[in-house]
């Protein structure tokens, strides 16, 4: 079945860094654009960034622009967040999420997401 | 920036009445808006898309709708597993940024 499964989340101090991932099945990863979304604890959704089904272009929130890094290796069905330079404010829950259209605009819904993976950034 | 403002924050509804919920953008999202569906512990779940088009797999029973900038989802019969947090979210606008409301608690009158 279609899944996307994330990993990589721990507990972190400010300035450090820390690398997700996301490991794709049961579809073309290689076809859809794909997306971070977090979710502080006990708040709404914010998303984080988007990779074109290609890699060729990304896109992040002002929020997170110049520290955090999106990638996806298509030979390895995984997409990537990097983020460095963390801050208090980064702890969250991240899901990785795939666009409902393949070959997408970016005008788009997500239609699947992973379980997300819980990122504690704290001294 | 668009905003996207959800009403009320809270509703309370009955199980088998219908529910209504509301999503204003603070500018033109043309039908680029979606509503997903959230329980604790668990990821948003795609319900509606285009503002009005179910998702593959949603009942029947739940329906989007577009008023220029004002849309809104409509539960028509609600059964126990529904009650949860809704967001509607907009994905119109470029460079793409794709922004949340704030979400509506659902609860169990």
């Known amino acids: 079945q279609v899944q996307l499964v994330e990993s990589g989340g721990g507990v972190v101090q400010p300035g450090r860094s820390l690398r997700l991932s996301c490991a794709a099945s049961?579809?073309?990863?290689?076809?859809?654009?794909m997306h971070w979304v977090r979710q502080a604890p006990g708040k709404g959704l914010e998303w984080v960034a988007v990779?074109?089904?290609?890699?060729?272009?990304?896109y992040y929130a002002d929020s997170v622009k110049g520290r955090f890094t999106i990638s996806r290796d298509s030979s390895k069905s995984s997409l990537y967040l990097q983020m460095n330079s963390l801050r208090v404010e980064d702890t969250a829950v991240y899901y990785c999420a795939k666009d409902y259209h393949d070959y997408g605009d970016y005008n788009d819904a997500f239609d699947i997401w992973g379980q997300g993976t819980l990122v504690t950034v704290s001294s | 920036e668009i905003v996207m403002t959800q009403s009320p924050a809270t509703l309370s509804v009955s199980p088998g009445e219908r529910a209504t919920l509301s999503c204003r953008a603070s500018q033109s999202v043309g039908s680029n808006l979606a509503w997903y569906q959230q329980k604790p512990g668990q990821a948003p779940r795609l319900l509606i898309y285009?503002?009005?088009t179910r998702a593959t797999g949603i009942p029947a029973r739940f329906s989007g709708s577009r008023s220029g900038t004002d849309f809104t989802l409509t539960i028509s019969s609600l059964q126990s597993e529904d009650f949860a947090v809704y967001y509607c979210?907009?994905?119109?606008?470029?460079?793409?940024?794709?922004?949340f409301g704030q979400g509506t608690k659902l609860e169990i009158k």
């Open positions: 990779i074109s089904y290609d890699g060729s272009s990304e």
């Open positions: 979210q907009q994905y119109s606008n470029w460079p793409p940024t794709y922004t």
């Open positions: 285009g503002a009005s």
């Open positions: 049961g579809f073309t990863f290689s076809s859809f654009a």
